[in-house]
């Protein structure tokens, strides 16, 4: 089975910290994605990576920035957190184009 | 731009037949993917379309029609197990998935 785990399931964060969300998958999957989910908005791509030392912004880039210096971990961070990044927040890896996206538990993040 | 459409909320009755329907208007289409999501859990993968037609597998089904725009997703024989979230989600390639807002499904008894 695949596996996609995320460091954390619950975060607190003050204004202006340096947060950084985890996330591993032990398939050997090509493609990494860092996702939020907001009620109302859906899910919403932040950034993405197809390679180690690849990344590509997506759909809401601003304010996060991501690291991928090995195939199997993804790293979002979150350069100055503020309370409007308070979300659900969702790695996802599939193993190439057309290939279903497996998904992490999801990091439950507040900024206060 | 992107712009996914599906219903908010759906009501059905165990053992029943419900279709959620989606509609799409993106800029790159490599198929269109649902997604089930229960409270407090990640989605998970039920289907994925690239060509026209239907897709069949056990109690779910998917159907596209690019020319239209257009896909459902069939559950037949209800469960309250099916009490869901179910997310539609085109790819716009390297699987890149733009999401609609999703369709929140309640089976009662």
């Known amino acids: 089975d695949v596996k996609v785990t995320q460091s954390s399931r619950y975060l607190v964060k003050r204004t202006g910290e340096k947060v950084f969300l985890e996330c591993v998958q032990d398939?050997?999957?090509?493609?990494m994605f860092w996702y939020r989910q907001d009620p109302g908005l859906g899910l919403r791509l932040i950034y993405f990576?197809?390679?180690?030392?690849?990344?590509e912004k997506g759909d809401i880039p601003e304010g996060y920035s991501v690291s991928r210096e090995k195939k199997e971990r993804f790293s979002l961070i979150l350069e100055s957190a503020s309370t409007n990044q308070t979300s659900m927040y969702l790695c996802?890896?599939?193993?190439?184009?057309?290939?279903?996206?497996?998904f992490g538990q999801g990091t439950r993040l507040t900024v206060v | 731009g992107q712009n996914i459409d599906q219903p908010t909320e759906m009501t059905a009755t165990e053992g029943a037949i419900v279709q959620i329907n989606c509609t799409y208007q993106t800029s790159g289409f490599n198929g269109l993917f649902w997604y089930q999501q229960h409270a407090g859990e990640a989605p998970t993968f039920l289907s994925y379309n690239v060509l026209d037609g239907l897709e069949e597998k056990g109690r779910f089904s998917s159907f596209l029609s690019r020319s239209k725009g257009y896909s459902y997703l069939l559950l037949k024989e209800l469960q309250m197990k099916d009490s869901a979230s179910y997310l539609c989600?085109?790819?716009?390639?390297?699987?890149?998935?733009?999401f609609g807002k999703g369709t929140m499904l309640l089976v009662s008894p």
């Open positions: 989600a085109v790819n716009r390639g390297y699987s890149t998935l733009t």
């Open positions: 990576s197809y390679d180690v030392k690849m990344k």
């Open positions: 996802a890896s599939s193993l190439e184009d057309r290939a279903e996206a497996f």
């Open positions: 398939m050997d999957h090509e493609n």
